[in-house]
């Protein structure tokens, strides 16, 4: 490993082990849905997917790659992994499995909101603003020097953001995943986050990449 890990380095570890965190969580319903199915599915998938050794600090992930170039394979392991999983579980059962995967991504976000508020030690009912300033240490939205979410307005009671490009979908495409159904779980979770903050907030996807559109356009509300 090359230079010294500092403070923007735990920030985007804490964000990739959230992508994990919820990856566990969608595996956890599969697997109390479809019992021993799944085990034989989610077995050939990490034999060739590892999961992150859970015991290991983030030096030791690392290991002898340069930081950068570390992180960077963290999130495509990450994110592809994840997309292999809800990818074969829908292969194999369709709808359902795709509904379960969102809506699971859906309630962590919210537990993620919440966790954030005590984190943050906020009090009183968070803004709009603020459910985006918090999620951005939780939402892994490529690397710093990527062109992650634009905030485009920012208002205690809304703000909205954009992407012109999808940080994720090489990630998606290389586990032969939907790009709609994972656009869509990845939003489930936001809109969970967002009521986790703030049960007043909506979030709403007023255009998605993966819909057809030139960009992504996102919004937090309080209703």
């Known amino acids: 490993m090359s230079l010294v890990l500092g403070p923007v380095h735990h920030w985007m570890y804490k964000k990739i082990q959230t992508t994990e965190a919820r990856e566990a969580f969608i595996v956890n319903a599969l697997k109390t849905k479809y019992g021993q199915e799944s085990e034989e599915i989610l077995s050939f998938i990490y034999a060739k997917h590892p999961l992150s050794d859970k015991n290991a600090s983030f030096e030791e992930i690392l290991g002898n790659t340069p930081i950068h170039q570390g992180i960077q394979n963290l999130i495509i392991k990450a994110e592809t992994r994840e997309g292999f999983v809800i990818t074969a579980f829908c292969e194999k059962y369709g709808d359902e499995a795709e509904e379960l995967a969102i809506r699971s991504a859906y309630k962590y976000?919210?537990?993620?909101?919440?966790?954030?508020?005590?984190?943050?030690?906020?009090?009183?009912?968070c803004s709009a603003s603020k459910a985006f300033e918090m999620i951005q240490s939780y939402l892994c939205d490529?690397?710093?020097?990527?062109?992650?979410?634009?905030?485009?307005?920012?208002?205690?009671?809304?703000?909205?953001?954009?992407?012109?490009?999808?940080?994720?979908?090489?990630?998606?495409?290389?586990?032969?995943?939907?790009?709609?159904?994972?656009?869509?779980?990845?939003?489930s979770w936001i809109a969970g986050f967002g009521e986790g903050v703030n049960p007043k907030i909506k979030y709403t996807r007023e255009k998605a990449i993966a819909a057809g559109d030139s960009m992504c356009l996102s919004i937090f509300e309080i209703s």
């Open 142 to 187: 490529g690397m710093p020097c990527d062109r992650g979410a634009q905030l485009q307005s920012e208002e205690n009671d809304r703000t909205t953001w954009d992407h012109i490009e999808c940080v994720h979908e090489q990630c998606w495409k290389d586990a032969s995943a939907s790009f709609k159904t994972m656009c869509d779980m990845l939003n």
């Open 109 to 125: 976000g919210v537990e993620c909101g919440k966790r954030a508020v005590v984190e943050r030690g906020s009090s009183g009912e």
